[in-house]
């Protein structure tokens, strides 16, 4: 079995796809791996030993420039292009592909999976992008729901018309030139009758909804056998746990202090710090030896060695610290991530900061609760519960499944 995944995004969704990869590849199945051509993904890539095709442009260079909303349809049609370009010589010899990412590159690949008439599987790696009446969808940038309309269902019905005006010409033109009809919702034909759900259930926990059959298969997390830096470990061992400060694929755009306000807001709890530099390139606000500064590391032996988690609220990083027992403060600044810092303080593992940009009284305030004793415990009892086989799963279902029914090669 040959199998072709294929993501457009952050780290957070290169690095799901690493863990399905390296199961896949222990079942006996070859892989190959279309991603953005950043070089942290192209370096974990390599250490897995998963061929690796880049597509389009640097996402964390559009990340860095953070184009105004006006041209999100812009960038929609190349990272679609991109696909088209990309993903037909990849897929030679493909029994099926698995898509995700950001929802045009998503619809790009399953496209061009259409035209060769390979099988695909359409992934999320959060439930928020799934129609159903149960909760509202998510607000694109520069595209407000009307605050008059509440109804669940005609928010999705208006989510649909901004996606299809957002990314829906760039998709027909290069299904068109690929002779492919036009799809007529985007969202509808990149979710289809039976998506994944590559989450865990205890965190993010899916309600049944008719006419969408989600397959929740677990997060998809791969063992990081990685040792820690030395100096990191030094440190580690040189007093009692620390607070990990760190946002990920999030330039921090909205609060360039925070490096700052997360290391006097530790420091006033009496604790070190060790600072992830991440896209925002954070770096230490003076050189007292209560602070560290890492950048790539093992997040999964890191965080099973802190005091609390300081984050973004990305689904990778919620669910490593959610898996490492580790009290959580969760800062959002978009998309999914308010609603994984709500389900952090649902669950009573941590803290939900209140809005993007922390000060040192708000950080202060949510450290507060997620150092508290009762937080402390919650959060590893909560740890016990979070499943360890999604990969496993994902990775048997799609071997057992895939080829049964091969779609007709588009003229």
């Given amino acids: 079995m040959r199998v072709l995944l294929s993501t457009y995004g952050s780290r957070g969704d290169v690095e799901p796809m690493v863990g399905l990869a390296v199961q896949l590849r222990a079942l006996g199945a070859e892989v190959r791996m279309c991603a953005p051509p950043d070089e942290d993904s192209a370096r974990r890539l390599a250490g897995v030993g998963v061929p690796w095709v880049p597509v389009s442009r640097s996402a964390r260079a559009w990340t860095k420039e953070a184009p105004p909303a006006s041209g999100m349809p812009q960038r929609a049609a ?30 790009g690949a399953l496209s061009v999976a259409e035209k060769l008439g390979i099988p695909s599987v359409s992934v999320t790696f959060q439930q928020l992008t799934l129609p159903t009446p149960h909760r509202r969808p998510l607000a694109y940038p520069g595209r407000p729901f009307p605050p008059e ?17 957002l990314f829906g010409e760039a998709l027909n033109t290069n299904r068109a030139s690929a002779g492919l009809p036009p799809v007529e919702h985007v969202r509808d034909y990149v979710v289809g009758d039976r998506p994944w759900l590559a989450t865990d259930p205890v965190l993010d926990p899916w309600r049944e909804t008719p006419g969408l059959d989600v397959v929740q298969t677990g997060a998809w997390i791969t063992p990081d056998e990685r040792p820690l830096p030395a100096e990191l470990l030094a440190f580690l061992d040189a007093g009692a746990p620390p607070v990990y400060v760190g946002f990920g ?4 755009h909205s609060a360039p202090d ?12 009496g ?19 209560d602070c560290c500064t890492v950048g790539e590391v093992n997040q999964q032996a890191l965080f099973r060695r802190v005091a609390a988690v300081v984050h973004h609220g990305g689904a990778g990083t919620t669910t490593t610290a959610t898996r490492a027992g580790s009290p959580q403060v969760v800062v959002p600044q978009l998309a999914d991530q308010p609603y994984w810092a709500g389900r952090v303080a649902d669950l009573g593992i941590g803290a939900a900061h209140d809005g993007a940009v922390p000060t040192f009284a708000s950080l202060s305030a ?21 499943r360890t086989d999604g990969t496993a799963v994902a990775a048997k279902w799609l071997l057992d499944t895939a080829g049964r029914e091969r779609p007709p090669v588009s003229a």
């Fill in 78 to 107: 190349e990272v679609i292009a991109g696909q088209f370009e990309a993903i037909p010589a990849a897929a030679d010899g493909c029994d099926v592909l698995v898509a995700t990412g950001m929802l045009p590159a998503a619809a």
């Fill in 249 to 252: 694929s999030m330039p921090m």
């Fill in 271 to 289: 604790r070190r710090i060790v600072v992830g530099s991440g896209w925002a390139d954070l770096a230490l606000v003076d050189g007292q030896d």
């Fill in 258 to 269: 925070v490096a700052r306000v997360a290391v006097e807001a530790v420091r006033a709890q």
């Fill in 149 to 165: 309309v509440t109804d669940n269902r005609l928010l999705w019905d208006l989510d649909a018309q901004s996606i299809d005006a």
């Fill in 366 to 386: 949510a450290l507060d609760i997620a150092l508290a004793r009762e937080t402390v415990a919650r959060a590893t009892a909560v740890a016990a519960t979070i």
